[in-house]
Structure formats: C-alpha cells, structure tokens
C-alpha cells in the first residue's frame, strides 16, 4: 500500500513538472499581446497552486499511512515479545514442578513450594509425563 501511494506520487510529480515546462515553453515562445500573456502566467500560477495543494493532501496521507503502519509494526512487536516471555515462564514453572517431581515431591507438596494450585501442578504432571 505504502509503496503504491509513493509511485502514485512519483508519476504525479513528473506529470505536473511535465505540465509546468510545456507552459513555460509557451509562455517563453514571445506571446505577442500582453492579455495572453497575463492569462498564461495565471494557468501557470493556478497549476501550481493546485500541484501545491495535491501534493500536500497526498503528503499528509503518507505520512498518517507511515504512521499507522508503525504503530501496527510497535504493537506487534510488543505482542510477540509477550508471547515469547510467557513461553519462558511456563518452560520455567513446568521445570521447576518436574525437578521438585523427580526429587520426589508430590503434587501438593509442589503447589505448596511453588505457590501455585494443587489442580494446576497435577495438570503440569500428567501433560509432561
């Protein structure tokens, strides 16, 4: 998406450049009333008030774009550095009920060490086993 509004803003940059130098040729070709003149200079101004504005809209949706596309990006990352904190809690509770199991502990002896419930440790047991 980003990189479509960035060509869409590429092409119309050059076809407003395009645009701007055709007029200046002509302007530059010696208009020989003064009236054409004055009309073409205030095409040439109109054109780039309008190019001036365009590309302002189109600047500003880039950016609150960037800036939606970041913060999906930040929160995002966020999640999964969660994600891999919560694995390596439980990776370590699941070691500690198997270590205190194999010293011989049982399941409410564990809970008890641990401060978690019976039901929680029994579970732990019977999956790992």
Request: hydrophobic share 40%.
């Amino acid at each position: 998406m980003l990189v479509f509004l960035v060509v869409i803003c590429f092409v119309l940059n050059l076809l407003s450049f395009y645009c701007i130098v055709i007029l200046w040729q002509k302007m530059n070709r010696g208009a020989s009333r003064l009236e054409e003149d004055e009309r073409f200079k205030n095409e040439i101004e109109d054109l780039l008030l309008a190019y001036t504005i365009q590309m302002k809209e189109e600047n500003e949706a880039l950016y609150k774009a960037l800036q939606e596309h970041f913060e999906h990006a930040h929160e995002k990352r966020e999640r999964n550095e969660n994600q891999v904190d919560q694995k390596v809690d439980l990776r370590e509770e699941y070691e500690d009920v198997m270590k205190l199991a194999e010293k011989g502990y049982n399941a409410t002896e564990i809970a008890k060490k641990l401060n978690k419930g019976k039901g929680e440790v029994e579970l732990l047991l019977k999956f790992y086993r």
